[in-house]
């Protein structure tokens, strides 16, 4: 495949940690230092000829200037030059994963109170939030449409982006005229997924419980999926809680970016990383405090 664009890399060595391979391989290639990294994605892509599992890893800091230390073309590009590079197959579902925060906020309710929602949206995009999902069941159609031109016009301000969640016959419209960036499936909509043509100028995402609601999802060209409940919570009694073993276990390899969700929280990311997780979702973890609090949900 010599002529084409990757990511640096190599080969796991027999009995070889996949840090430490990291690490040699960038000396190797590069001549840089590894001094912080951790997980991003794993992905699974079958070539005509050949199967490949890439463990792909986010180097945050490092000593040295990169340099094609085997003769190899190196260029620098902006997250969104990525899109137009001639990337191998198996590299491309890297760039949804760089495009994303490692923490989803999917708001509480309202209530009759939108003022203290955006005081409270607020206070999320403060604390760092970039990525929001407005989940708002309740409220009527009307209402719904005044909260989301509110929030979109908050969110634009603050740089974060915002998704409408909800059936997407009515959630894709609704973020088109809010301005929203995209729009958040729910795992009782997958089908529309496959059945409707993908609406390429939003960002999608889908909540998913099991395997064949992943791979509906992945089918479905959704950009992303929120995965659980890992822990049990207050509002999912009933579902049996994944815990980090079995989501592990559905995230690796998942070919798109993964947030764990239910009883998850910033602390942790380490740990959802480590499980092959984008990072975590929630309600509570990241909305309000104490009664105000509402239960998560997907």
Known sequence: ??????????????????????????VEELGVAVRASRPLIEIHHRYADREVVLHVWSVDRWDGAARGLEGQALQWLDIGELGAADLLEA???????????????????PADDPRRFLAQLTAALDRGISLVQLRTPRLSSAALTDLALAVASLCQTR????????????????????????IHVPSRYLQWLR?????????????????????????GGADFAILGPVHATPSHLDVEPLG????????????????????????????????????????RAFWGSGSERAQSGA
């Open 91 to 109: 590299d491309r579902p890297i760039l949804a994963t760089l495009a994303l925060p490692d923490r989803c906020l999917v708001t509480g309710e």
């Open 1 to 26: 495949m010599a002529g084409r664009w990757e990511f640096p890399g190599g080969k796991l060595h027999a009995g070889e940690s996949q840090s430490a391979a990291l690490a040699r391989e960038l």
């Open 195 to 219: 059945e409707d043509e993908r609406p390429r100028d939003l960002l999608i995402g889908a909540s998913v419980h099991d395997a064949s609601e992943l791979r509906a999802a992945r089918d």
């Open 159 to 182: 740089g974060a982006r915002l998704l409408v969640n909800g059936d997407p016959r009515v959630a894709a419209p609704l973020a088109r005229r809010a301005g929203a960036h995209g």
């Open 244 to 283: 980090w073993t079995r989501f592990a276990a559905l995230a690796r390899g998942a070919g798109l970016p993964i947030y764990a969700i239910g009883g998850v929280g910033a602390e942790d990311l380490p740990h959802a990383w480590e499980s092959g997780a984008q990072g975590v979702a929630g309600i």
